[in-house]
């Protein structure tokens, strides 16, 4: 059982930036393909980025691309967010992912999730 806790979500100005975390335990977490889901108020959950487990393959949302990087830290069991030229439509709540060797674009393929982190975007 893989348990993944994020944080650093937070109230930011548009143009601004933020770095989320997703600390993971309780798995070998150089197995898991992790990403980074979001879902705004009366929106569909959504995905962000995804890394693969050694870290060398990364995905973006169109949405995202440019502004979002993906990484992670398997000494450290950890997967980030670090996001830049924040946008009003970033605001969500963002979900830290996990699931075997290959990450994938789409929710129901995943087996773990955190409770989220609320990212609020002002313009």
């Known amino acids: 059982q893989v348990r993944l806790v994020e944080s650093g979500g937070g109230l930011v100005q548009a143009g601004g930036s933020l770095r989320l975390s997703c600390a993971a335990s309780g798995g070998t977490f150089s197995r898991y393909g992790m990403a980074w889901f979001r879902q705004a108020p009366e929106k569909d959950r959504e995905f962000v980025a995804s890394?693969?487990?050694?870290?060398?393959?990364?995905r973006y949302a169109d949405s995202v691309k440019g502004r979002f990087t993906i990484s992670r830290d398997n000494a450290k069991n950890m997967v980030y967010l670090q996001m830049n030229n924040l946008k009003p439509e970033d605001t969500a709540v963002y979900y830290c992912?996990?699931?075997?060797?290959?990450?994938?674009?789409?929710?129901?393929?995943?087996?773990?999730w955190g409770q989220g982190t609320q990212v609020t975007v002002s313009s």
């Open positions: 992912n996990a699931r075997e060797l290959i990450a994938t674009m789409t929710v129901y393929e995943y087996d773990y």
């Open positions: 890394v693969n487990w050694s870290g060398v393959n990364t």
